[in-house]
């Protein structure tokens, strides 16, 4: 959850989820649609798919416990090098440090990297994998992200406070509000789509989007595709149709657009159609719900 997530966010989120599904059988055994529900508003959706995956795979292959090595880690869905070293690390004292945003800023400023992008990331690899310790890997993995997010700062850090200011080469060269470099930003594209709201009475229909991709598995008002250019909209059914608003959404690697349509219909013969006071039982992501705000009930 913490993946590009605020621990503030997350609070809330974490104690819901723990006291719904408390051990990894009983996340194993939900259904992906009860678990999107309980993850809606939290984004980056993959996230709980590849969560709900990993689940079943330690409940049926490992009896319902965690492998204890980094390379079985990896093999799961959705741990990454950091997250599988950091257990590995921390819970089974596997012999590798767990490099987060924290660490790797604390190593680029203590030995002075002056590298960007991927070969900044070899470069602290190279460095981690120095550090590494049979017996404390863990602790130094901790004590790290720890001076990262206490002194290391990003901006104005505490070299002052710091204790390993005499060892650290960006502070010897007055380059600490320097490092770590960073890629400059590309501008993020934007892309276009129209949304299709279509009611009978107090009903709304919905449908699931696919299995694979964006928000994959989610629930969704009938929707376009999303261009990279404005479209003529090409209505679902024939029916009088009105413009209702315009929802925008950022994502990670483009900015939405969307149109919002709609229209009331005789009946609720096609499609899945719910109550507007039920769709907070369906994983609803953040863009449909900023849609809902148009829809006068």
């Known amino acids: 959850m913490l993946q590009q997530t605020t621990v503030a966010t997350v609070k809330g989120y974490f104690s819901?989820?723990?006291?719904?599904?408390?051990?990894?059988?009983?996340?194993?055994?939900?259904?992906?649609?009860?678990?999107?529900?309980?993850?809606?508003g939290l984004g980056y959706y993959s996230r709980a798919r590849n969560l709900h995956k990993t689940a079943k795979i330690v409940a049926d292959k490992y009896h319902g416990y965690l492998p204890n090595s980094y390379h079985e880690l990896m093999t799961l869905p959705g741990l990454g090098p950091y997250t599988a070293a950091a257990i590995a690390s921390i819970a089974f004292g596997e012999s590798i440090i767990a490099i987060d945003t924290n660490v790797n800023r604390v190593l680029c400023r203590l030995f002075a990297v002056s590298s960007s992008g991927k070969i900044q990331k070899i470069q602290i690899q190279e460095i981690a994998d120095s550090l590494a310790h049979s017996d404390h890997s863990g602790a130094i993995s901790q004590a790290l992200m720890d001076i990262g997010s206490t002194l290391c700062k990003s901006k104005n850090p505490k070299c002052a406070d710091c204790f390993l200011k005499n060892n650290c080469l960006a502070f010897s060269k007055d380059l600490q509000n320097i490092l770590p470099l960073k890629p400059a930003k590309t501008a993020r594209p934007k892309r276009f789509g129209h949304s299709f709201i279509m009611r009978h009475k107090n009903q709304v229909c919905i449908e699931k989007r696919p299995e694979k991709g964006l928000l994959a598995s989610m629930y969704q008002f009938p929707s376009s595709e999303?261009?990279?250019e404005q479209t003529v909209v090409q209505y679902p059914i024939k029916s009088e149709w009105v413009h209702i608003g315009t929802v925008r959404h950022i994502f990670t690697h483009f900015e939405l657009e969307l149109t919002l349509w709609e229209t009331?219909?005789?009946?609720?013969?096609?499609?899945?159609w719910t109550a507007l006071s039920n769709l907070g039982n369906y994983g609803l992501p953040t863009m449909f719900k900023k849609a809902l705000a148009y829809v006068k009930i």
């Open 16 to 40: 819901k989820f723990l006291e719904r599904w408390p051990t990894i059988q009983d996340l194993a055994a939900a259904s992906q649609d009860e678990l999107m529900q309980c993850w809606q």
């Open 226 to 228: 999303f261009s990279s």
């Open 264 to 272: 009331f219909v005789a009946n609720t013969n096609n499609g899945q």
